[in-house]
């Protein structure tokens, strides 16, 4: 299997630019997260989709961000304008149902806003 | 109050020694998993083990194990023999609620440097 794939690994952009993270879960997997990685916030959950449908976008920072999961194997995360404080690493991880299934990341993508 | 707290930022440990990194978790749900993971300075995010609430036994997988001590609220996890390569950030997590998946709340994470 090929694990959770995104796209890009890396997006520099200037800010007020429109932003689209990309990411295929793994095939089956019917649980798919975002996260936001930065060195003064750790690790954070910003959204997480169940069969298409998003369960909890509590997790998202403001009114820029939106996630979209159109089918099984792709969801995108878009940030538009797009600021500085936005930097960071972004991951997509995906799992299927049952207590004790980890959910499994894909590289990341590293964000830099200027 | 943090539902994750790591109280170890780093910690240097010689080569092939046992290492224990801390972790306490606070939650009123009965039903949670408790999970750890490695971060390499390469980024990606590696499972390691995981811990259910009502598991009996401590988990094990291979040189990590997990130390459960619910009433304590803390699943410690302990590196036996550790490597070179066990160089790494670490963090735990911690899904609440039972009967699926929801997302995980992170630690901040401790930066293990194995000297050799």
């Known amino acids: 299997d090929a694990g959770v794939i995104q796209s890009p690994r890396h997006e520099v952009t200037e800010m007020g630019q429109e932003v689209t993270l990309r990411c295929k879960p793994i095939?089956?997997?019917?649980?798919l997260f975002w996260y936001r990685q930065t060195m003064m916030r750790g690790l954070e959950l910003l959204i997480y989709?169940?069969?298409?449908?998003?369960?909890?976008d509590s997790g998202m920072p403001e009114d820029r961000f939106s996630a979209k999961m159109p089918n099984a194997s792709f969801s995108t995360l878009k940030i538009q304008p797009s600021e500085p404080r936005d930097s960071a690493v972004y991951f997509c991880?995906?799992?299927?149902?049952?207590?004790?299934?980890?959910?499994?990341f894909g590289p990341g993508t590293r964000l830099t806003v200027t | 109050a943090q539902k994750i707290t790591q109280t170890q930022p780093g910690m240097f440990v010689q080569e092939k020694e046992a290492v224990t990194l801390d972790c306490t978790y606070d939650?009123?749900?009965?039903?949670?998993?408790l999970f750890w993971y490695k971060q390499p300075s390469s980024g990606e995010m590696i499972f390691l083990i995981y811990?259910?609430?009502?598991?009996?036994q401590n988990a094990t997988e291979g040189r990590y194990s997990l130390n459960f001590q619910k009433a304590r609220k803390s699943a410690n996890l302990v590196i036996s023999a550790s490597q070179l390569g066990d160089s790494a950030m670490y963090f735990c997590?911690?899904?609440?609620?039972?009967?699926?998946?929801?997302?995980?709340?992170f630690g901040k994470g401790t930066h293990l440097i194995i000297q050799p």
């Open positions: 991880a995906s799992s299927s149902a049952g207590e004790d299934n980890e959910q499994y």
């Open positions: 095939s089956g997997h019917d649980y």
């Open positions: 989709f169940n069969n298409n449908v998003p369960i909890d």
């Open positions: 939650t009123s749900d009965p039903s949670y998993g």
């Open positions: 811990q259910g609430s009502y598991d009996q």
């Open positions: 997590a911690m899904r609440e609620g039972g009967g699926g998946a929801d997302g995980l709340t």
